[in-house]
């Protein structure tokens, strides 16, 4: 491989990241206890505007968790988006819950309230709407949705860090939010996830559930069946020299966003990230949909050989076996073909600054 290649990203590891994690390791305290995990939670929570935070294995466990105690379980339906990461669905069947998927705004690429009001049942428990390439969904009318017929909303937040609805932070807009902290996202613990909330019981039950639902009266004592979905002090400890860093890696991503914005001429037939007014986008993933191009076909022959990558968006969760889907091709569906995600690694330069 080239040493000019841009990946789609790479993650920023510096002086204090190494700093802490050593201290991590020095004190012995490598595993799901350490003063690295209470800081973490701690300093997330207060970064996102929520009254609590409970650090998770990955995202996709914080999801699984957060339905779980909802107590989800087989007969009950979710309302997902189709445009997401099949994490989303899979956390949904986990509980033994079927998702139901529901369209997406052309703007956002969030998923559609219209969609989602006319799929709600008398099975519908919850709504995930996922913020999708760092863009909030239209919260306000999902929560009007979800507050008129008694379900709950579960913020997938996996992708946007720092993401604001209408100058609020996302992860404190419905009964729980969750972040991922995988290699590629705004911050990074290696593999790692945050459940945030403001509702004091229900952080109460995901923490037990977190650690095989064992008893805080009687240890070794387990009333119900949990989970082993702890995060290590020693990623904790990564994500907390991540978080002390988390404005300057988004006012990068800006950065890039604008030099795409401002070399890429949009059309009505090629688009790139669209913000709403009521947003402030991290900015995960640079978007580019060009309406007559088919990017599985086409994508190597659009980037410089050698020098950047690109990925195809997420499949259409209504074309996924894993996922067993009785409703009509959607946006999403259709889309396929003509979106590629474009690098937004901090390596990227301008010509003028390389």
């Not at 919260?139 to 979800?146: Q, S, V």
């Not at 290699?183 to 403001?198: A, D, F, Q, R, Y």
């Not at 559930?209 to 009266?217: N, V, Y």
């Amino acid at each position: 491989m080239s040493d000019s290649f841009i990946p789609i990203s790479k993650p920023f590891i510096g002086a204090r990241e190494k700093e802490l994690v050593l201290d991590a390791l020095d004190s012995g305290w490598v595993s799901s206890i350490g003063k690295y995990i209470d800081e973490f939670e701690a300093n997330f929570a207060r970064y996102c505007g929520t009254t609590y935070a409970l650090a998770v294995s990955n995202g996709t466990t914080g999801l699984h968790l957060a339905l779980a105690t909802l107590g989800l379980q087989p007969g009950d339906e979710v309302i997902v988006p189709d445009l997401t990461f099949v994490a989303t669905a899979n956390a949904v069947a986990y509980t033994g819950a079927t998702p139901i998927l529901a369209d997406i705004d052309a703007d956002t690429l969030c998923i559609d309230p219209m969609s989602v009001k006319s799929l709600i049942s008398e099975r519908t428990k919850a709504i995930i709407p996922v913020h999708l390439y760092g863009h909030p969904a239209d919260m306000d009318a999902l929560m009007e949705i979800g507050a008129a017929h008694g379900v709950d909303i579960i913020e997938d937040a996996a992708e946007a860090h720092g993401a604001e609805y209408k100058g609020r932070r996302v992860g404190g807009l419905g009964k729980c939010g969750v972040f991922s902290f995988y290699g590629n996202k705004v911050i990074t613990t290696g593999e790692g996830g945050m459940l945030t909330t403001n509702d004091q019981k229900f952080y109460q039950h995901a923490r037990r559930l977190r650690d095989h639902a064992m008893s805080t009266q009687r240890r070794y004592f387990h009333e119900e069946r949990g989970f082993n979905y702890r995060i290590t002090n020693l990623q904790a400890a990564l994500g907390v020299a991540q978080l002390e860093r988390i404005e300057e890696f988004l006012g990068r991503r800006t950065e890039i966003m604008s030099w795409y914005n401002s070399e890429i001429a949009t059309t009505d037939h090629i688009r790139l990230n669209r913000v709403k007014n009521w947003a402030k986008s991290a900015f995960w993933m640079i978007c580019l949909e060009v309406d007559w191009l088919d990017v599985r076909r086409n994508a190597p022959r659009c980037i410089h050989a050698g020098t950047q990558s690109a990925r195809h968006r997420y499949a259409s969760l209504f074309l996924c076996d894993v996922v067993n889907a009785d409703v009509q091709a959607g946006l999403a569906t259709n889309l396929g073909p003509q979106v590629a995600d474009r690098p937004k690694s901090a390596l990227l330069l301008r010509t003028d600054e390389s």
